[in-house]
């Protein structure tokens, strides 16, 4: 059973590029939650979301910022025209339902330049 | 006040020597309590989950939740230089909300 895949691992963006950062849970798993982790912090939440619905996006900055997890394929986080301040590393977790913990990836390092 | 409390450290051990890892937290609602690992560079890792109040052993570790109390906790026994990393203490809720504490760096000394 593989664990949670996040693709890229690296990704490099230039100041006002789109960012996409795929997330494919484990088998089973329809819960998928994103966080950002800057270096030397903790993991900031950012959306939690079942198939096809967003569940909780307060930690999601208003703008250029979404996400989405649809019936079929990876769950998407979408930052567009990226700025400095968005390099970071953004990690998914997905939870299957009725199990009370959840897995996390290898996350995606962001760096734009 | 947050939600959960957790001392980032540095905490810097001999190799050998039994290290206690502390959370508080203060939602009495919290059912699902875990703790993960994570190494420099890599996602967390986890290595203990308990539900509700009580202990739980897996090799050189021990989870332990103190509901009463408010209070979480694991030990690691015999520890090991490669058990340097960071600890992150989680709780979850009943509507699927992860918490999370901000982790303590653990430094292992051979």
């Known amino acids: 059973n593989a664990g949670v895949m996040q693709n890229p691992r690296h990704l490099v963006r230039r100041r006002g590029q789109e960012a996409r950062l795929r997330c494919s849970p484990m088998k089973g798993h329809s819960h998928v939650y994103w966080y950002r982790q800057l270096p030397e912090e903790g993991l900031k939440f950012m959306v939690y979301?079942?198939?096809?619905?967003?569940?909780?996006e307060s930690g999601m900055p208003k703008e250029r910022f979404s996400a989405e997890f649809p019936k079929e394929g990876p769950s998407i986080l979408r930052i567009q025209q990226v700025v400095r301040g968005d390099s970071a590393a953004y990690f998914c977790?997905?939870?299957?339902?009725?199990?009370?913990?959840?897995?996390f990836g290898q996350g995606t390092r962001l760096t734009v330049v | 006040q947050k939600e959960v409390e957790q001392d980032p450290g540095p905490l810097s051990v001999p190799e050998g020597a039994i290290v206690s890892l502390n959370c508080t937290y203060s939602?009495?609602?919290?059912?699902?309590f875990m703790w993960y690992r994570q190494y420099s560079r890599k996602g967390p890792e986890l290595l203990m989950y308990?539900?509700?109040?009580g202990n739980k052993e897996d090799g050189r570790f021990t989870a332990q939740v103190d509901k009463s109390s408010k209070y979480i906790s694991l030990f690691i026994r015999d520890s090991q230089p490669s058990d340097s990393a960071t600890y992150l203490c989680a709780m979850r809720n009943n509507f699927n909300k992860f918490y999370f504490g901000s982790g303590t760096k653990l430094n292992v000394k051979p």
């Open positions: 979301l079942q198939k096809e619905n967003i569940i909780d």
């Open positions: 939602n009495s609602a919290f059912q699902y």
């Open positions: 977790a997905s939870l299957i339902t009725g199990a009370g913990e959840a897995f």
């Open positions: 308990t539900y509700s109040s």
